[in-house]
């Protein structure tokens, strides 16, 4: 009897495999990526090189050099990290607050209303890249007027994800075609306005920063807080309710959420295609449902994508320049995202298609 117990408990204690990365260990490690995509980014630009970005750092280098990193470089490093955190973030918010794996800001209505505001403010010339201040205004108004707009067509079915992901297409669309409206209203204005329909990075100051991180930090923190009733949202509205959960509170605070970081980021950098509805699923791949660790996972990996989109952005515009013979190529960064993003949303959809999502 002794020999057949501990026999029958060997396999037991041998199955035990310890856990060889649990939630803080993966969330120290997308530290460590997102230091190393900061990185990339500050040395990608064609000049200063890297060897000039180091001595800048340790006290060396020539003012021209020095003015380029510190004020240039850097706070472009800072708010592309700063807008993908926030956009990560928002696209896990919508997701889990409506059910749809396929929900984003890009197609919600809520980063076109916010790039219809900041476009309308352009070109009526009450703001520009020269006034962050009012185009994060600007923003944040068409980005509650697009999720609004949702709201009211949706009505009760916000808990409908493929309704809700029809009225989302819908809206998106009516507010890409005012975008549009307004392009021909204000031709004139038409450099500028390109740069927040397809995201930029370039020419990002001390300003957009400093106007940056205390929104994305508020609202980061608001969302956080909502990592409870989310997780019963995504359980679906019958039994959040059963849970005690006031569904319709919790929506709509998730909802605002992710419009406030949504508009924030759209102000700093314009509009960066599919970051938020494409890294919300890595997000969930890597940490799990339990949004109180992969909320904060979401804003890591949203940074990290966003920089390293930027870094590869300009180091495709070196190549590009030196194979070209151009003095000046820029690939704006929204370029890179929505073309790598648009082949990962098909994997995506194929997936969900055949329910492995």
């Known amino acids: ?79 592309a990290l700063g807008a993908g955190a926030s956009l990560g973030l928002a696209g896990l918010l919508l997701q889990s607050a409506l059910r749809n794996p396929l929900a984003g800001p890009e197609v919600t209505g809520v980063t076109p209303g916010a790039v219809l505001g900041a476009v309308t403010a352009t070109g009526l010339g009450l703001a520009g890249w020269d006034s962050p201040a009012a185009v994060v205004v600007a923003a944040c108004l068409g980005g509650f007027a697009g999720a609004g707009l949702l709201w009211l067509l949706a009505g009760r079915h916000t808990g409908d994800s493929e309704q809700t992901a029809v009225y989302g297409v819908l809206v998106s ?49 608001a969302a956080c807080l909502l990592a409870a009733p989310l997780t019963l949202l995504r359980c679906g509205d019958e039994q959040a309710t059963a849970a005690g959960l006031t569904v319709g509170r919790a929506r709509a605070a998730a909802l605002v959420c992710a419009v406030a970081l949504t508009a924030g980021a759209v102000s700093a950098v314009g509009a960066l295609g599919f970051v938020g509805l494409l890294v919300p699923h890595l997000a969930l791949a890597v940490f799990g449902a339990d949004l109180r660790v992969t909320l904060p996972g979401a804003a890591l990996v949203g940074a990290v994508v966003v920089c390293g989109a930027d870094a590869a952005a300009q180091l495709f515009s070196r190549v590009l320049a030196e194979g070209l013979a151009t003095a000046r190529l820029v690939v704006p960064v929204g370029a890179l995202t929505t073309c790598v993003g648009a082949v990962l949303l098909l994997v995506v959809a194929r997936r969900q298609g055949s329910g492995q999502v």
Not at 21 to 37: I, R
Not at 59 to 74: K, N, Q, S, Y
Not at 179 to 194: C, D, E, F, H, Y
Not at 197 to 208: A, C, K
């Open 173 to 221: 669309a009516v507010l890409a075609g005012l975008t549009s409206i307004v392009l021909l209203v204000a031709p004139g204005q038409i450099g500028s306005i390109v740069q927040w329909l397809i995201g930029s990075t370039e020419g990002r100051v001390w300003e957009h920063w400093t106007l940056l991180w205390p929104w994305a930090l508020v609202w980061t923190a």
């Open 1 to 79: 009897m002794t020999v057949s117990a501990t026999t029958s408990a060997r396999p037991r204690r041998e199955g035990r495999k310890p856990t060889a990365f649990g939630p803080g260990a993966k969330l120290g490690l997308l530290v460590v990526l997102v230091a190393v995509a900061a990185c990339a980014d500050l040395v990608a630009g064609r000049s200063p090189t890297a060897g000039e970005v180091w001595e800048v750092f340790t006290g060396e280098g020539d003012p021209t050099a020095r003015h380029v990193v510190l004020h240039l470089r850097v706070p472009r490093t800072l708010v």
